[in-house]
């Protein structure tokens, strides 16, 4: 009997830097390593069955990612999450196993926690404009003027302690429209070059993954 189990892991720290192509090699061996009895795909490249729900983009950390394996016998939730935290780089921590409660068609909006190092009443008159418009690569290799202001859905901002600051902001996030936060980064870049600030950069934290009723993905 092969069953399906959901593992949720945070991917944070210089292993956002890695891509998602990497992870998926990480993540495989270390199934292996840790001798989960997974269930490999069929044909002439055998390799464990592993999909994962809305890839991060390169330079994003994540505190709720998923991963789905097949197993093909019993074996203990905990030692699922014991084994490959064990077996796991620095940056990549396992933090729950179970049976999947959603689908991930479900998931429809993501939430991030953005940092610029610039103060809120400057990064307020940024949001504050009439248009947020970036340039956004087509599949194509072109460039298409896309207008972000209708998408953000603004949630707190503060200050961090060195003047910093921290906005969460929920953006759609399904297999019918997604938008980028490190679109949001370059529209934010944009505007203070333009002000003469140059090198601003922006840590990006993905905190969450929501369903069209705004439940987490599980």
Known sequence: MIK???????KCGQVKYIS??????????????????????????????????????????????????????DIDMEDIVSGLNSVLPSGLEVYSAGTPVM???DIDKAVYRLTFPVKPKDFAAFLEQDSIT???????GGQRLIELKPFIEQGAISQKDDGSTVMEVTLP???TQTINPLLIVSACKNYFADKGQQHIFCDVLRLDLLDGQGNSFK
């Open 4 to 10: 399906e189990i959901r593992i949720h892991f945070r």
């Open 20 to 73: 998602h192509l990497d992870l998926m090699r990480t993540m495989t061996r270390a199934v292996r390593r840790a001798g989960i009895p997974v269930w490999y795909t069929e044909g002439f490249n055998k390799h464990p069955y592993l999909t994962f729900a809305a890839p991060l983009s390169l330079g994003v950390e994540g505190l709720s990612e998923s991963m789905d394996i097949k197993l093909i016998q």
């Open 103 to 105: 689908k991930a068609g």
């Open 134 to 140: 970036v340039e956004k690569r087509t599949k194509k």
């Open 173 to 175: 996030c399904s297999s």
